[in-house]
């Protein structure tokens, strides 16, 4: 706790000692009297001052909210003798919001307050509310008592999830059952074919009709429903942007949709997050992973690296060769270009969400900044078209457009354009 | 603001009013105002002192016999420059919860003005009525004035920022 002494004690007593010293050179009581308030207001100050004791203790009501929930940070402030005053401060990392008012002048009521406080977040990440400042005058405000009491209550944001209501169907499927139609043949609810009737096919399988038209037995045959594996593929070599909307930003809310709509769909879901440090999660399913995926997510950060790496680099029981990557980049960095590049070189199933830096830049100022911007443009054209020559479906990211448009998006590229098959 | 546009108002009156020269005391209010605008707390100080020692450097040119106003004047002094300090803390009186403690700071702040002029009424009867020779009066005034100065030393000697 440190004690801070108003600059008023200071200056009133070096004026009362002025005065009195003045009062002697000069001959003049009356410098007595005009100090003597002065020194009636120290006196009286120093004397009701007392040295109290601060405590405080906080709890959040939950360790993990989604983006812009609200949540109750429960606080127990100590402070004996009660002060007249209490001032209480709680300083929010980038991205918490206070929702009730902050800071706030108390008036306490007893040695021990309870308060709760309104927090919300507005925006996914890790935070951590670090301290809590409290600081107590005394009645004439000649000292203050500050005491910056520790929390160290960390707090998870995640991004809110936005609906998908229909997923990019993977080139293949696993073995286990899950909602992904197979181009294999089995047992399932979708029509394949009509087949001739096999020694071993079951009878409730046979197609009457058909058998009665042919004069031989011929058997229905489906496409069974199977689980995929499905690796997001997160680049965070590079972001565009400000703290509040940037592309690593959005790129992270498109990826926790991606991969929350997956794991709904009882899709094994991976993440690969592709920057200067590079991170992986192995393909899971379930509840556990879907929170191991969202930890992953809001922990990526952008960081400078200008080391080249390659796609050889991620264990290959994370990139398995028959799941389906969607990668999801600003396409800022060509690291990540050629990462894309060599996955689909190697027959991956693979599509591209794109998030435009351009979406994120602040409007060009002059014409030379608008010529710049329509070369930069130009550019990205080109790139759309080096990946749409090597087969990658791309759909671009913008801000009214819902990731089930962009997937839509990647589908009739996909129905458009032979898309290569796994080897 | 407000508070230091009253601060700077008493300042004025008190110039206005006699009690002190008329260029000191406009430096004074001058300084006053800079100190409540820029936040300078040693500001407010030295124009407590400018005011108030033009008071005194009037009354000693004048030869004035004794001054029954003075205690009016040191509280109205320290009544400026309390009104300036807290201009200078309305930042933490703006917080939600702040009106009822301002208005709590500036009653005390009242009584406490009320309770100074009282006792420096009582020391300028006492140094008008009790019949003490001339010396005693100056050597009592010594001991306090060696008194207020080794009471400043110890509060200097604190220093603003003490860790517990």
Known sequence: MSTRVSPRVRGYSVLVAFLLVAGLAGGRIEALAVAAPMLTLLVVGLALARTPRLEASASLDRDHVLEGEPMTLHLTVTCEPRPPELEVRLPLAQGLAAGSELPRLLRPSASTEDLELQIEAARWGGHRLQALHLTAHDRLGLYAWRLDAPLGIDLRVYPRPESVRRLLRPLDTQRAAGANLSRARGEGMELADIAAYQPGDQVRRVNWRASARRGSFMVNRRHPERSSDVIVFLDSYASVGTAERSTLLTSVRVAAALARAHLQQRDRVGVIGWGAVLRWLQPG??????????????????????????????????????????????????????????????????????????????????????????????????????????????????????????????????????????? | MALGSAACVLGAALVVGGKGGLVGGSLAIVVLAAGAIFGIPAFITTAGALLAGTYLIALVLQQAPLDLSAPLVGTLVLLAMELGHLSLEEGRYSLPGGNWALAMRASITAGVCVVGFGVAWLVLIGAFWVPAPAGTISVLAGVAAVLAVIGLLIVLGRTSDERA
């Not at chain 1, 992953?296 to 790496?309: E, F, H, K, N």
């Not at chain 1, 060769?321 to 690291?335: F, G, H, K, W």
């Not at chain 1, 962009?406 to 009739?412: E, G, N, P, R």
């Open chain 1, 285 to 423: 399913s379930g509840t556990a992973q879907a929170y191991r995926i969202l930890d992953a997510l809001i922990d990526t950060q952008v960081q400078v690296s200008y080391a080249w790496r390659g796609i050889a680099h991620v264990p290959a029981r994370t990139l398995r060769a028959n799941a389906q990557v969607i990668a999801v980049s600003p396409l800022a960095d060509e690291r990540s270009v050629d990462a894309l590049l060599d996955l689909a070189a190697r027959g991956r199933d693979l599509a591209i969400v794109e998030i435009p830096p351009a979406e994120f830049l602040p409007p060009p100022a002059g014409d030379v900044e608008a010529i710049a911007r329509r070369l930069y443009e130009a550019r990205r054209g080109l790139l759309r078209d080096r990946l749409a020559a090597a087969g990658i479906p791309l759909a671009t990211w913008a801000e009214d457009r819902p990731v089930t448009v962009l997937l839509d998006q990647l589908d009739a590229f996909r129905r458009s354009v032979r898309t290569r098959r796994p080897a």
